[in-house]
Every structure is written in structure tokens, then in C-alpha cells.
Nanobody, 124 residues
Framework: QVQLVESGGGLVQPGGSLRLSCAAS????????MGWFRQAPGKEREFVASVSGSGGSTYYADSVKGRFTISRDNAKNTVYLQMNNLKPEDTAVYYC?????????????????WGQGTQVTVSS
């Protein structure tokens, strides 16, 4: 069993930046691909970014490509999402997810464990 705890959300103005963190329990963190998803009010949860177990491969939704960066520190059992040039449409609850395989994917159903989420609000 893997437990995931997100942090780093908050209120930011358009054009600003935030860094989300997701701390994972367990001894085999490097064997899990990790992903970030988000869910806005009234919308389905959507893929944002994912990273392979080694950190060598990353995958982004088109809507965040060039603005967001996913990374991981396997020594700290933590995955990050650096978000720059934030837009009001990025407002959502952001969820961290872990997959019991090292290959990243954008498929929500492929992830086995989920965090509770952290709210990101982009507004002036």
C-alpha cells in the first residue's frame, strides 16, 4: 500500500508560479510511475503530467506543455509539479497518483493509488 500526501497549493495571480509536492510512503518508490491530475468544479478529472520511475521520461497534457514541469526525487520519495505562467483555467484540485509500473501514462485508470488533493486557485 502506498500513501500519497500533496502540498503546496494555494491562491496565486495569473502569470504566477506554484510548486506542488507529493510525498509517498513505501520502500519501492522508484518502481512506481507518478502522475498529476486535476479536477475543476463540474468537470471530470484530467491528466496533467506523468514521470517514469527513474525520472528519465516525462509526459504532459498539451494544455500545460511548456509551462509545467514534473520531476521526482527518489531519495526523498517525493514528486513535484512546478507550475509557471499560471492561468485562471488552471484552477482545480490537483491530485497526485502512483502506478505500480514504472512506465508513465496519461490514463487515469492505470493509476493504483491517489492522494487527497490540493487546491490551486488562479485569480486576480
Amino acid at each position: 500500500q502506498v500513501q500519497l500526501v500533496e502540498s503546496g497549493g494555494g491562491l496565486v495571480q495569473p502569470g504566477g508560479s506554484l510548486r506542488l509536492s507529493c510525498a509517498a510512503s513505501g520502500r519501492t518508490f522508484s518502481s512506481y510511475a507518478m502522475g498529476w491530475f486535476r479536477q475543476a468544479p463540474g468537470k471530470e478529472r484530467e491528466f496533467v503530467a506523468s514521470v517514469s520511475g527513474s525520472g528519465g521520461s516525462t509526459y504532459y497534457a498539451d494544455s500545460v506543455k511548456g509551462r509545467f514541469t514534473i520531476s521526482r526525487d527518489n531519495a526523498k520519495n517525493t514528486v513535484y509539479l512546478q507550475m509557471n505562467n499560471l492561468k485562471p483555467e488552471d484552477t482545480a484540485v490537483y491530485y497526485c497518483a502512483a502506478r505500480r509500473r514504472s512506465i508513465p501514462t496519461n490514463l487515469r485508470s492505470a493509476y493504483d493509488y491517489w492522494g487527497q488533493g490540493t487546491q490551486v486557485t488562479v485569480s486576480s
